[in-house]
């Protein structure tokens, strides 16, 4: 299956070959080759922590090799070998890359952003013609975007599209991207999809990093599997399937489906009651919403992501105060009660956005594991903090949830992305049983937990939320994949533009019957 011809250029676009990079204590890449062709869209697969991002930040200048070389292609199949010092000397070489957590400056425009660091950048700068700029490209790509909107007022799948935008305005030809599609609702990856393809279509090398396999499979040519830090294949898509794939990275087979016991439900621990709330924009986001959980129960959420799931969230762990209702926990009205006091009785969170509310990447993984529990025996003895025993029980977190990390007083930022939410993941998970030994009903309020997890991973973390289950916590899981609703939820509610569509059981409903509430439709 080639594509080349015609766009016309020929061969490579770029060969890194012997590429070795470690950090203190970790080998990240160990001696890895990589060829990626022209027109061709290349999938690059690996565990969590298997040197993906690592890579592909020294082909776009961000760490430099210890060992290897890098080699970038000609139209017309020749090679030749660059040092590439810097993100802007890999744009100089048409290197553009898009990372997994977005660089966005959320209070400038599009525009703006898009020409912030830009080389040569004319003394008197005319956002009017770079807005015509990258609307023309937006254009060309069917990819619509306001040049002129603020970052923060877009949706998590438009700023994903102004960072393509970015790196094309900059003239990349051979474009990377992490995780691209992590963070979509599956409307927003098909539509990043079908821009990649009409890329390749062009002429452009495209590298992207996904865990999705169904994806990997629908839309790359080629696909290199990685793991511990090694090139163990590359090969053609159409030679390959997902479960080989699956096999490939995590070097055994994995379980799709996890035993999930009946369900034995207590009391309703986590109640809303005629929830209304407003957003920035002043528009209803959550309208009269009733919800209960009870102990030993996982509530399922349902929906396309934007139609209030964030705020559903927030109410529920205190970061929101709602224009109307109550939130009740446990019998206790916690109504306008700060953050804290959620926390205090038992109410653990694992936000969607991992970075900036989940964690504090300059500080000691074990600080940021210790959050939740400092503050009581005990690791609090008095108004003293016994740092022993703090990385003791962060040890404890890194081994139950399988933390990548050379150690607990790594930076947090230091860890890849999903050993990040693996981390988040452990200590909100154990932070009910914090909850518990002083008395009080555990509620743990999970968004994506597994987005961005690889497929060993994802089969761990649901076991530990089934765990969780049967230790009487209420859990209330947010989540786009109706397998995985399906798979573990006891009940499914959805939500369409802020309101309760329906609740269903797994056993009697269908994945038809939630896309049509999910679009809208009630429950009949
Ligand atoms: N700046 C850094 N300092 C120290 N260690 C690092 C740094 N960046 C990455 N590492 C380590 O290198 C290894 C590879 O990390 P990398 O981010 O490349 O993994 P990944 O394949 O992208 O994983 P994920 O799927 O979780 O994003 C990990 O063990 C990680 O902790
Ligand atoms: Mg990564």
Redesign the pocket.
């Known amino acids: 299956m080639s594509r080349t011809g015609s766009h016309g250029r020929r061969g490579l676009a770029v060969a890194l070959r012997g590429i070795t990079?470690s950090?203190?204590?970790?080998l990240?890449?160990d001696h890895v080759d990589l060829e990626v062709r022209w027109g061709e869209i290349h999938a690059l697969l690996?565990?969590?922590?298997?040197?993906?991002?690592?890579?592909?930040?020294i082909l776009s200048g961000l760490?430099q090799p210890d060992e290897g070389e890098i080699l970038v292609g000609d139209d017309e199949g020749g090679l030749r070998p660059v040092t590439i010092t810097s993100p802007r000397a890999a744009i100089h070489l048409g290197i553009g890359m898009v990372h997994?957590h977005f660089k966005l400056v959320p209070t400038q425009t599009v525009a703006e952003n898009v020409i912030l660091g830009v080389e040569d950048m004319p003394f008197v700068l005319d956002l009017d013609a770079v807005a015509r700029d990258v609307a023309e490209i937006a254009d060309r790509l069917r990819m619509p975007v306001d040049p002129t909107a603020p970052i923060w007022q877009l949706s998590v799948g438009e700023q994903q599209r102004v960072e393509i935008l970015k790196a094309l305005y900059r003239g990349a030809e051979i474009l990377v991207l992490?995780?691209p599609t992590a963070v979509l609702t599956p409307q927003e990856a098909d539509e990043v999809a079908a821009i990649l393809r009409s890329l390749a279509a062009e002429g452009k090398a495209i590298v992207f990093?996904s865990?999705k396999l169904d994806e990997v499979v629908e839309i790359a040519d080629r696909v290199t599997v990685?793991r511990k830090?090694r090139n163990v294949a590359t090969m053609d898509v159409a030679d390959t399937d997902k479960h080989r794939l699956a096999e490939l990275m995590v070097g055994r087979e994995v379980a799709t489906t996890i035993p999930k016991p009946p369900a034995e439900p207590g009391p309703t621990v986590l109640a809303l009651e005629g929830v209304v709330v407003r957003n920035e924009r002043g528009l209803v986001a959550l309208d009269h919403v009733d919800l209960e959980v009870a102990a030993g129960e996982i509530l399922g959420i349902a929906g396309v992501a934007g139609n209030g799931q964030r705020e559903l969230t927030e109410v529920a762990t205190g970061l929101r105060r709602p224009d109307a209702g109550r939130v009740v926990v446990d019998g206790k009205d916690l109504t306008g009660a700060s953050p804290v006091a959620f926390l205090d009785r038992g109410v653990a969170h694992v936000p969607a956005d991992r970075l900036g509310r989940g964690l504090a990447g300059n500080l000691p993984l074990a600080d940021n594991l210790a959050m939740r529990a400092y503050r009581h025996p005990p690791i609090a003895v008095g108004p003293a903090i016994r740092r022993d025993r703090m990385r003791a029980f962060a040890e404890t977190i890194i081994e139950r949830f399988r933390v990548?990390?050379?150690g607990p007083d790594?930076?947090a930022?230091?860890?890849?992305?999903?050993?990040?939410?693996k981390a988040i993941l452990g200590r909100e998970i154990t932070a009910g049983s914090w909850a518990a030994a002083r008395g009080h009903r555990p509620v743990l309020v999970a968004a994506y937990p597994t987005r961005?997890?690889?497929v060993g991973a994802i089969e761990h973390v649901r076991a530990r939320l089934l765990e969780q289950r049967a230790a009487g916590t209420a859990v209330l899981l947010v989540s786009e994949e109706l397998d995985e609703l399906l798979m573990m939820s006891d009940r499914i509610a959805v939500l369409h533009g802020g309101r309760i569509m329906g609740v269903v059981t797994p056993e009697e409903t269908t994945i038809e019957e939630l896309g049509l509430m999910m679009a809208g439709e009630a429950h009949r």
């Open positions: 990079k950090f203190p204590g970790v990240a890449n690996g565990e969590n922590g298997a040197g993906k991002s690592t890579l592909m930040s760490y997994q992490d995780e990093i865990h990685l830090g990548d990390a050379p790594t930076p930022r230091n860890l890849s992305g999903g050993n990040q939410q961005g997890l690889d």
